[in-house]
C-alpha cells in the first residue's frame, strides 16, 4: 500500500464536491473538495506499488487543464492511467454541474 | 491442532441432560434434550454427526437442512409452549463442522433452512427466553450464524479445541490467495482474523471463556462449574435488554469496535438532520 | 410489437444491473425525497484493510438512504458488488444494522418505516472474518425486530448475487425480490466444488448454477416474492408494491411446520432435477404441507 501526494498551484474557487467511481479491481475512487487557498492538494492510497512517476504524469497532465482550489482524494485498487484520468474528468464535472 | 472430531457436544449434551438419543421422529443429528439447570428447567440442543444421515453432505457433524429444520421446530416448541408463563431457558451447545456445501442443500435452499433456525432463536429471545450459546468446540460461519449466533450471552471454552471463524484455515487461505501460515501470522496482528479463542474474546462479543480442564472427558465438579456460569449467564439475560447491544457495549468491544460504535453514533445524528 | 421496436426498447431500456449500489438506492425512492446518510465525505471507513494491503472505500462498499417510497418513510441500503465483492466488513455491517434499527425506532414512535436492503454480496469479508460473521449476526437480530413493524424487502439484481452468511439475512426477509440474471443460495458453486468435487457441483456448469440459485428458479420454488427484468422501473415498481404490501401474515422463516415436511419428503439417494424439483415445492404450500 502506498500513500503518494501531490501539490499543483491553482487559481479557481470550485462550486461544490463530487465524488465518482468504486474501489474496484481495475478502478478507483475519487472525492473531490473544495479548498481554500491557491492549492489544489491531491492524496493518493494504491494498493498497486511503484508506479510514482506514472501518478506524476497523469496529474501532471491533468493539472495542465485545470485550475480549481481542490482537495482531491484517490483510493486505487490498480486503475490504468486511462482510467484514472477518466475518473478526474468525471470528478470534475460533476463538481461544476 | 484443533480438528473437529463432534464428540465435545454429545459429551456436554449428555453432561447437562444425562441423555443421549434425539427425541421421537428427529435425525440422529440432533439431540434436543429438557433437564433441570440451577432452580429454573432448560432446553438443551445440540447439533452432533450422524454418519448414516439421509443427506450424504451433512454426515460429519455439519448443519444441513434436516438439522436447521429441526433446530428450529424444537426452539418453536419452547416459545409455543410458554407462551403464557414462564419463557424457560435455551441453551445451544455448539460444536459443528460447518454448514453442509451439497447440491441438494441448494436446491433445497439451505439458506433458508438456516435461517428458519435463527429465527427461532431469536424469537425466542425476543419473546424473552434467555437464550444461552456454550461453544465447546468449533463455530463455524453458516453453522454457528445457524445454531448459536442469535443468544443474548455467548460463553466458549477457553481450549484449543474452541474455534469460532468465519471459514476454514485452508479454505480461507485459497480465497484470499495467501498460504496458511500468512494467514495465522496476520491472525496474531488482526484479532478478527484470528484463529485463537483467545483473539474472538479480545472482539468483546464473548459474554465469559470458560476454563475447563478436561472439555472432552469432563469432571462432576466442571461439569457443575459450567452449569453454574451458564445460570448467571441467564440471570444476566432476564435484567437486560432482549436486543444483541451488549456484543458492542462491553468493555472489549468499547476496544475493538471503535468503528462500529463510530458508525452507530455518527449514523443516529445524521438521521435526525434534515 | 415489431421487431424495430422492441430492439429500440431494448437499447433504450435503463439497465438495474449496470448501475452502482449509490445509483441503484436512488432509483427506489420517489423522486427528490431520498438523501444519503454516512457518505464517502464522512470518511468512516474499514479500519482493517490498509494495514493489508488493501485500499478501502471511503463508504466501506454501503450506501444508506433515507427518504420515501410510495409516500411511505423507508430506509435503504446497498452494498456495493464491486467493492471486495459486496462482502462485509465491521464498517458496511455497522451501516446496515445501525439504518435497521434507526428504522425499527422510528416504528416504535409511530413512523411506519420500511427497509430494502439491496444484497450484492458473497458474505463475509475474510480480512474482517469474526467482525463480519458477527456483525452478519447482529443484522438478522435486526431484520427480525424490524420486520414486525414493516416490511424487510431484499432485493438482488445481479451480477453478484446473495451467497454466504448474508444469505441467511435474505431468508429472514418479508419479501425478497430477483431477476433472472441474479442468484442466491448460501453456498456458491466454486466452494461446494471445493469442499465436495466436482461430481457435487461442477462450478463450471453455467447451466447449472442459474438452474438452482438462480432468480427464476428461486421464484418459481417459492422462495422469492417477484422476479423482475433488468430495468430500473420495473424493479422500481416491485419494491413500490411490497413496500404498499405492508408486513405480511407470516414470514417465510417462521414457515417451519411446511418445510420441515417438504424435506422429510425429500428422496435423498440421487440428485433432483432442478426443474422437477418446481414441481415438489410449488409456490404456496397446500394445507397439507402445512400440517
Redesign the interface.
Given at each position: 500500500?502506498e500513500q503518494i501526494e501531490f501539490n499543483y498551484p491553482a487559481k479557481r474557487k470550485v462550486p461544490k464536491?463530487a465524488?465518482v467511481g468504486?474501489?474496484?479491481s481495475g478502478?478507483l475512487?475519487v472525492?473531490l473538495?473544495p479548498a481554500e487557498g491557491e492549492v489544489a492538494h491531491v492524496s493518493i492510497?494504491?494498493?498497486v506499488d511503484g508506479f510514482l512517476d506514472t501518478w506524476k504524469a497523469v496529474l501532471d497532465r491533468f493539472f495542465t487543464k485545470y485550475d480549481g482550489a481542490v482537495r482531491i482524494?484517490i483510493?486505487?485498487?490498480g486503475a490504468t492511467p486511462g482510467n484514472v484520468q477518466l475518473r478526474l474528468e468525471q470528478a470534475v464535472e460533476v463538481s461544476e454541474r | 491442532m484443533s480438528e473437529y472430531t463432534g464428540v465435545r457436544g454429545t459429551v456436554w449434551f449428555h453432561a447437562f441432560t444425562g441423555q443421549s438419543s434425539p427425541m421421537h421422529g428427529d435425525p440422529k443429528s440432533v439431540l434436543t434434550g429438557d433437564a433441570s439447570l440451577g432452580k429454573e428447567y432448560a432446553r438443551f440442543l445440540c447439533v452432533v454427526p450422524d454418519p448414516h444421515g439421509r443427506f450424504p453432505c451433512a454426515r460429519h457433524g455439519e448443519v444441513g437442512l434436516e438439522e436447521a429444520v429441526t433446530l428450529a421446530t424444537r426452539v418453536r416448541q419452547v416459545i409455543e409452549h410458554d407462551k403464557n408463563t414462564i419463557k424457560r431457558p435455551i441453551i445451544a451447545i455448539v460444536d459443528v463442522k460447518s454448514q453442509a456445501y451439497g447440491r441438494r442443500e441448494e436446491t433445497a435452499a439451505i439458506f433458508l433452512a438456516a435461517a428458519a433456525a435463527a429465527d427461532a432463536y431469536g424469537s425466542a429471545r425476543l419473546a424473552g427466553h434467555p437464550v444461552i450459546a456454550l461453544v465447546v468446540g468449533h463455530a463455524l460461519s453458516g453453522a454457528f450464524l445457524t445454531h448459536g449466533y442469535q443468544a443474548n450471552r455467548i460463553l466458549a471454552f477457553d481450549d484449543d479445541g474452541v474455534m469460532i471463524h468465519a471459514m476454514h484455515k485452508e479454505a480461507a487461505a485459497r480465497v484470499t490467495r495467501r498460504s496458511v501460515d500468512e494467514l495465522e501470522k496476520l491472525g496474531k496482528e488482526i484479532a478478527p482474523m484470528s484463529y485463537h479463542i483467545r483473539d474472538y474474546a479480545k472482539l468483546g462479543l464473548l459474554y465469559k471463556l470458560l476454563h475447563v480442564e478436561n472439555p472432552v472427558k469432563p469432571s462432576r465438579k466442571e461439569i457443575r462449574n459450567v452449569q453454574g456460569e451458564l445460570v448467571a449467564a441467564i440471570e444476566d439475560a432476564r435484567t437486560k435488554p432482549v436486543d444483541l447491544r451488549n456484543r458492542l457495549e462491553s468493555t472489549a468491544a468499547r476496544e475493538m469496535r471503535k468503528a462500529s460504535i463510530l458508525v452507530r453514533t455518527k449514523l443516529a445524528a445524521q438521521w435526525l438532520e434534515k | 410489437m415489431s421487431n424495430e421496436g422492441y430492439n429500440a426498447r431494448f437499447i433504450n431500456r435503463q439497465s438495474f444491473i449496470e448501475l452502482d449500489a449509490r445509483e441503484r438506492a436512488k432509483a427506489l425512492f420517489d423522486a427528490g425525497t431520498s438523501r444519503e446518510l454516512l457518505g464517502p465525505f464522512d470518511r468512516v471507513e474499514s479500519p482493517w484493510l490498509a494495514m493489508q494491503g488493501v485500499t478501502p472505500q471511503e463508504d466501506d462498499g454501503c450506501v444508506v438512504m433515507k427518504g420515501k417510497i410510495a409516500g411511505q418513510a423507508a430506509v435503504v441500503v446497498a452494498l456495493e458488488g464491486a467493492f471486495q465483492g459486496g462482502s462485509i466488513g465491521e464498517v458496511s455491517g455497522a451501516k446496515m444494522t445501525a439504518a435497521l434499527d434507526l428504522a425499527c425506532a422510528d416504528n416504535e414512535k409511530g413512523i411506519r418505516t420500511s427497509a430494502v436492503i439491496l444484497l450484492e454480496t458473497g458474505g463475509v469479508r475474510l480480512q474482517e472474518a469474526n467482525l463480519g460473521l458477527a456483525v452478519i449476526a447482529e443484522l438478522m437480530a435486526s431484520i427480525l425486530a424490524l420486520r414486525k413493524h414493516a416490511p424487510v424487502i431484499c432485493l438482488t439484481a445481479g451480477t453478484v448475487g446473495c451467497f454466504g452468511g448474508m444469505s441467511l439475512a435474505a431468508g429472514l426477509a418479508s419479501y425478497v425480490v430477483m431477476t433472472r440474471e441474479a442468484r442466491l443460495g448460501m453456498n456458491g458453486p466454486e466452494v461446494i466444488e471445493q469442499e465436495n468435487g466436482v461430481e457435487e457441483f461442477d462450478s463450471s456448469d453455467r447451466a447449472l448454477i442459474w438452474a438452482i440459485h438462480g432468480g427464476e428458479q428461486r421464484y418459481a420454488t417459492g422462495l422469492a416474492d417477484a422476479l423482475v427484468g433488468d430495468e430500473t422501473p420495473q424493479v422500481a415498481n416491485a419494491v413500490r408494491h411490497l413496500v404498499s404490501k405492508g408486513v405480511p401474515p407470516v414470514h417465510r422463516s417462521s414457515q417451519v411446520a411446511l418445510y420441515r415436511n417438504r424435506i422429510a419428503k425429500l428422496d435423498t439417494s440421487q440428485q433432483w432435477n432442478p426443474k422437477e424439483f418446481r414441481a415438489l415445492w410449488t409456490t404456496n404450500g397446500s394445507d397439507e404441507e402445512n400440517r
Open positions: 500500500m464536491g465524488h468504486v474501489v474496484g478502478d475512487e472525492l473538495e492510497r494504491t494498493s482524494q483510493n486505487d485498487a | - | -
